[in-house]
């Protein structure tokens, strides 16, 4: 044997003791699909570069879908690509992937080579535009009593606002396809009924009907994702909406375009309490055979090192990592001076709620009329 074959022999056995087996082998190109919310689509696009730059022998294909979209799709095999990794909005709804596999399959298996990962969080917000806000709710601070009273009486000449100003408009996504528009409902339900927890709302009751039913016919086809939503609102401004719930992330990273397009920005309000939702990636099984799921467990892994944090931080999410602090990066919507952004919440956040939950809340919205 050869000086140089045997430096090779050794090298690999040192990997390999080292716990490196997982990755792909030099030579043996991967390439591997991700299907994301589109949330993270501006960050993943930067990162995808980086990626490929990084692991030159692993290719990345993007997709991004609704969040609820992307369970539907994959366990319906609606697709016309095959998913190696999936990263939905909320984490919760990998639960429902868990479920749904499990009730298709007779054979016990996980849906997942391993535990799904967090890669980025953010919280639940509205936005509206400054003068429409500040008559909709004259203390400064978001309130769904004040909001379905709005939307009860239609018209902002009823309102105590500008005739001028038309019908009050409310936008939030498909509940049955947009994990944004499940826990905007949720919170909602949780206000109407005084719940203690949005877990503890019988979403049975009338009182809850008649919400659902009043905030479906006042939004108008729903857009499918949260991120396609606020470019509408921004886009059209406020002669088309007044008030939108979307996640905190977008609605510091779309800020500055609100700015341009719009005579004024619109500003950021925080329901108490909100939910965090975490973005979290899985890599899932069918048709993904072990090389690409170690590609794929390698891409999750660097979504998580700080330097990929930082981006996500860039582009108004919180990081899943202490090691990152939100005005520690630079070029950061953190650093903007958005209208009520708070850093450090001065309100009440809790965790999604289980996914029990938000099949009722998507059970009750399919019911309203």
């Known amino acids: 044997m050869s000086n140089a074959?045997?430096?090779?022999?050794?090298?690999?056995?040192?990997?390999?003791?080292?716990?490196?087996?997982?990755?792909?082998?030099?030579?043996?190109?991967?390439?591997?699909?991700?299907?994301?919310?589109?949330?993270?689509?501006?960050?993943?696009?930067?990162?995808?570069?980086?990626?490929?730059?990084?692991?030159?022998?692993?290719?990345?294909?993007?997709?991004f879908q609704g969040s609820q979209d992307i369970v539907n799709n994959y366990i319906d095999q609606k697709n016309s690509f095959v998913p190696t990794v999936v990263i939905p909005a909320n984490g919760e709804v990998l639960n429902d992937l868990r479920d749904r596999w499990q009730a298709q399959n007779t054979v016990d298996i996980e849906p997942f080579y391993e535990s799904p990962q967090p890669v980025a969080k953010t919280l639940l917000v509205a936005v509206s535009w400054n003068e429409r806000s500040q008559k909709l709710f004259p203390s400064g601070e978001f309130d769904w009593a004040q909001l379905e009273d709005a939307l009860n009486k239609g018209?902002?000449?009823?309102?105590?606002?500008?005739?001028?100003?038309?019908?009050?408009?409310?936008?939030?996504?498909?509940?049955?396809?947009?994990?944004?528009?499940?826990?905007?409902?949720?919170?909602?339900?949780?206000?109407?009924?005084?719940?203690?927890?949005?877990?503890?709302?019988?979403?049975?009751?009338?009182d809850v009907q008649t919400l659902f039913g009043l905030?479906?016919?006042?939004?108008y086809q729903p857009p499918r994702s949260t991120d396609v939503l606020l470019q509408e609102f921004i886009a059209r401004g406020s002669s088309d909406a007044d008030i939108a719930m979307v996640y905190e992330s977008i609605a510091l990273y779309r800020w500055s375009q609100s700015q341009v397009n719009?005579?004024?920005?619109?500003?950021?309000?925080?329901?108490?309490?909100?939910?965090?939702?975490?973005?979290?990636?899985?890599?899932?099984?069918?048709?993904v055979s072990r090389n690409q799921a170690n590609a794929g467990r390698i891409f999750v892994e660097f979504l998580t090192e700080p330097e990929q944090q930082s981006?996500?931080?860039?582009?108004?999410?919180?990081?899943?990592?202490?090691?990152?602090?939100?005005?520690?990066?630079?070029?950061?919507?953190?650093?903007?001076?958005?209208?009520?952004?708070?850093?450090?919440?001065?309100?009440?956040?809790?965790?999604?709620?289980?996914?029990?939950?938000?099949?009722?809340?998507?059970?009750?919205?399919?019911?309203?009329?």
């Open 311 to 369: 981006v996500f931080v860039q582009y108004g999410f919180r990081p899943v990592t202490s090691e990152i602090a939100l005005d520690s990066v630079s070029d950061s919507p953190w650093s903007e001076s958005i209208p009520g952004v708070q850093m450090a919440p001065t309100f009440d956040v809790v965790k999604a709620p289980e996914r029990a939950v938000t099949e009722e809340v998507i059970r009750q919205w399919q019911r309203a009329n």
């Open 5 to 63: 074959q045997k430096i090779f022999v050794s090298s690999a056995i040192a990997l390999g003791s080292l716990g490196l087996a997982y990755v792909p082998l030099l030579g043996a190109n991967q390439s591997i699909v991700v299907v994301s919310g589109s949330e993270l689509q501006e960050p993943l696009a930067i990162l995808e570069t980086r990626f490929e730059q990084q692991h030159p022998g692993i290719d990345l294909d993007l997709k």
């Open 215 to 219: 905030v479906k016919r006042s939004v």
């Open 262 to 287: 719009q005579t004024e920005p619109y500003q950021v309000l925080y329901p108490s309490p909100t939910v965090e939702t975490v973005s979290t990636a899985a890599i899932v099984r069918r048709d």
């Open 155 to 206: 018209n902002w000449s009823d309102i105590g606002g500008d005739a001028s100003w038309g019908s009050f408009d409310f936008v939030t996504t498909d509940p049955t396809r947009s994990n944004s528009g499940q826990l905007a409902l949720g919170l909602w339900a949780q206000a109407e009924t005084n719940s203690r927890s949005i877990e503890q709302v019988n979403f049975s009751s009338a």
